[in-house]
Every structure is written in C-alpha cells, then in structure tokens.
C-alpha cells in the first residue's frame, strides 16, 4: 500500500482497492461458494447466524484453499496492520449474498457493536465483490470519517434504517475490494435487481477481542494439520490469550456482531 492508501484507510475509514481478484480466482470463488451453499442447504452460515433477506456461509477457512489465499492475501495483512497494529487475529470469513428485494437493508452499524477504546481500533472488516457493486443490487453503504465519532450509530441515528446524508456506496467492479475500518458506520442495502449481490466478508479483530469463529475449534483436524505457519499465525491457532478469549463462547454476533 502507499502512503496516501494508507492515510486514506486511516482518515476516510475505507478504501476501494481495483482488480485484486484475476478471472480464475473469482470463478473458483464464485463456484466453491455456490456448490456450499447447494451442499449445505438449510444449514448454510450455521456456524454464525442466518439473515433474512441473505444468503450466508460462515467458517469458509476450513472449505477449501480458495479461500485459505484470500484471508491471507497480503495486501489484506497489510490494510488489517494500518488499522489495528500489530495485535490482530482473523475473527471469521464469511459469504454474504444481497437477495433480491428490501429485506436485504441493514441498519447502519459498527461490527461487534464497538467504538474505538484506549488501545485504539477493534475491528477491521474487508468485503470481497464476487460481483460488480451497483447502485441497485445493494452494495455497501458507509458514512466516511464516523470511525471517529466515538458513538454508535443505533443511540444518536433517529432512524438507522435511513438514508444517512454523508453516506457513500461502495461501487465497484467483481474482484475489488473494500478495505474498511469497521468502526466506521456502515451496513447493507436493498438489493433492487433480480439477482443475488455476492460477497466475501474477512473479518478481523484485535488480539485481546474474541473471534466471532473459534478457529480453532471450527476447523477440521486435517485442515489444521495442513496449514503453513503463517495461517497459523492469521487464526491465532497456537495463541493461548485467544483459547481463553474465544472458547468461552464466539465473538458478538449478528451484523451488529
Ligand atoms: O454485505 C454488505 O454489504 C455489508 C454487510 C455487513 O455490514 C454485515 O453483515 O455486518
């Protein structure tokens, strides 16, 4: 990243970065996640929650290695270090796909319900567009610069369902992503096409936060027999600090997580 992509990350709370996914890569992602989806049918996104007016999948690390190279993508590191310092872990990755009709609109939120503490950042969040975003199939909606309100959208926002007046959507083309501060307000919108808006969601959080998805207790023994060093590192495998945190019970959940 350069500078000025790191400052922009830093001060908007967000940054659209072009074409990080080739041709090849987004078909394997778009095909792995419609056989699961298939393949899991009723029980998609059990691992996490189930919301009305999406499709989801959760604890998508242990479902193949196309999705094993994008939690550890390296810009992706590098974005996830310009807002939470050297202490993160990933806390899940996810598939949320828009459906069609209003029932794909979020409230405004910050994941995990937070604001920024003592320590500083909490939650960073990266969407991954497996399809173009538009101004009608329901892309992202966030409000620049409200990382550093210091309050949650839910207790100042009459209405959180609303239109915000500072709100941008994040538009793109299928293979960028949205390389976000999670504190930063933000939520999904109504998807006004007729097919789904597809995406990935990796979701880290720092060191001393619970992971929304104990990794280590989700991932099957063969997957976690298989992983080099550095994924070990990104899901806090061998971390003793997150056993404690996190197998106790999985991070706050919904999107309000
Ligand atoms: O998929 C999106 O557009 C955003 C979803 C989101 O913010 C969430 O699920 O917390």
Redesign the pocket.
């Known amino acids: 990243m350069t500078a000025k992509e790191k400052g922009l990350l830093q001060e908007q709370g967000y940054l659209i970065v072009r074409g990080v996914m080739d041709a090849e890569w987004l078909a394997e992602l778009r095909s792995e996640t419609a056989r699961l989806l298939e393949a899991e049918g009723e029980n998609a996104g059990g691992e996490f929650r189930k919301?009305i007016g999406?499709d989801r999948l959760a604890n998508l690390v242990d479902k193949g290695e196309c999705f094993q190279r994008l939690v550890s993508h390296p810009l992706l590191l590098e974005a996830v270090e310009v807002v939470l310092g050297p202490d993160w872990k990933l806390s899940s990755l996810n598939y949320?796909a828009?459906l069609p009709g209003e029932k794909s609109l979020?409230p405004l939120?910050c994941?995990m319900g937070l604001v920024p503490d003592a320590l500083g950042n909490a939650v960073f969040?990266s969407?991954w567009m497996l399809d173009d975003f538009t101004p009608e199939n329901?892309?992202?909606r966030f409000v620049p610069g409200s990382h550093k309100s210091g309050v949650l959208p839910q207790n100042v926002l009459a209405d959180a369902n609303a239109p915000h007046p500072e709100e941008m959507m994040?538009l793109g083309k299928a293979g960028d992503v949205v390389l976000t501060n999670a504190h930063m307000w933000?939520?999904?919108?109504a998807n006004r096409t007729a097919l789904p808006r597809r995406?990935l969601?990796g979701f880290f959080v720092r060191g001393d936060q619970p992971q929304q998805q104990y990794q280590k207790k989700l991932l099957r023994a063969e997957t976690q027999a298989a992983l080099p060093p550095l994924m070990r590192r990104i899901l806090a495998l061998d971390d003793e600090r997150n056993d404690a945190i996190s197998a106790v019970g999985s991070g706050k959940s919904g999107?309000l997580?």
């Open positions: 919301e999406s949320r828009a979020q939120h994941d969040n969407i329901g892309p992202t994040a933000h939520g999904g919108t995406s969601h999107f997580k």
